[in-house]
């Protein structure tokens, strides 16, 4: 028998020649695979235009039509308004979205502008005030900006995710009954919320340094928009500060570089008091929400290192950044 398949990786010679179907590029051109994870990526070099692209193919099943089509609506609006993303790149058709029925099922792609520069781990402060700044006049523009999409609150962030979580690590531990207690006390965090001054519209939800290009640390670009949802403006700097600070072992350093950046942010909008005093506690929000997220992809990219090692290590991080923000509360 033919067994059904959970995952499949596409062809890169046989996507060049669909590609080259689909779209203006050159004899040329060369499709090679980048890297399989929450989606498959293919690097595309068109060397008789001298231009490069980058060709994502969505995993079965995890996200719909209406979702990609809302992600290209906001990368759109932000091209619109000159912030340096990487954009979807139409077809011959004037289309975005390919459907490509691969072994699992029907899967979509899309093809996306190239982001110029290189990924920096230990990104420089000025380069930490530049990604300040352009997340700023990035949400200046998705201010009240909604599209038809995840809306992070106490429901997506903490409630599903514990429950995705209790289901994957079914047997007892001490660090699920530290996750319990972290949701619990942000569930009551959550609802003081509501009387806040706090900007809403639509947010990244993942840009740290595995999503940005840095050139000369005053140009960067912003990609992976795929957890691009609705809610909080700072969730967006929630996480950056977190991974900022899971990056960043050396205190001082970190705080110089999270100084930076909210001087570059600030440089473009102030943030409000409430932004700045709810900032750390969404921080651990957020982290419970991506521990459930890799509990529920367990099948397609998180076999590897998804066990009770990495949990140890996970809420560890958590800790950490509790006893740096003397976050008494959560404990």
């Not at 689909?22 to 090679?32: D, E, T």
């Not at 990219?301 to 740096?324: A, C, D, E, P, Q």
């Amino acid at each position: 028998m033919t067994f059904p398949v959970t995952e499949s990786t596409l062809s890169a010679d046989q996507l060049n020649l669909y590609l080259q179907e689909k779209y203006h590029l050159g004899k040329a051109a060369k499709c090679s695979l980048l890297r399989t994870g929450m989606n498959h990526l293919y690097l595309v070099d068109d060397p008789e235009h001298s231009i490069k692209y980058v060709f994502r193919v969505y995993s079965y099943g995890w996200r719909s039509r209406t979702e990609i089509s809302e992600e290209l609506r906001l990368l759109e609006l932000l091209k619109e308004n000159t912030i340096p993303v990487s954009f979807p790149i139409v077809d011959k058709q004037q289309s975005y979205i390919q459907e490509l029925q691969a072994p699992e099922g029907l899967r979509y792609g899309v093809l996306f502008s190239f982001a110029m520069g290189i990924k920096i781990p230990l990104f420089s402060p000025e380069a930490s005030y530049t990604i300040g700044r352009t997340m700023a006049q990035m949400h200046r523009a998705t201010y009240q900006f909604g599209i038809d999409r995840i809306h992070y609150d106490a429901t997506t962030l903490l409630h599903q995710p514990v429950q995705r979580i209790h289901q994957f690590f079914n047997q007892p531990s001490q660090e699920k009954e530290f996750l319990t207690r972290i949701a619990d006390s942000l569930q009551t965090e959550f609802a003081t919320f509501r009387q806040m001054e706090l900007r809403t519209g639509a947010v990244h939800m993942d840009i740290w340094f595995d999503n940005l290009h840095i050139e000369n640390d005053q140009t960067l670009t912003i990609f992976d928009f795929d957890f691009a949802g609705n809610g909080w403006l700072c969730l967006d700097i929630a996480y950056f500060s977190y991974q900022l600070f899971q990056t960043n072992l050396d205190l001082d350093l970190f705080q110089n570089k999270m100084d930076q950046f909210l001087q570059g942010y600030e440089s473009v909008h102030r943030l409000s008091n409430d932004e700045k005093k709810i900032i750390p506690i969404l921080s651990l929000g957020i982290m419970v929400f991506y521990l459930g997220i890799q509990c529920q992809t367990f099948n397609t990219w998180s076999n590897v290192f998804l066990n009770h090692g990495h949990l140890i290590r996970y809420t560890n991080g958590m800790k950490r950044w509790i006893n740096h923000h003397q976050l008494k509360s959560m404990m």
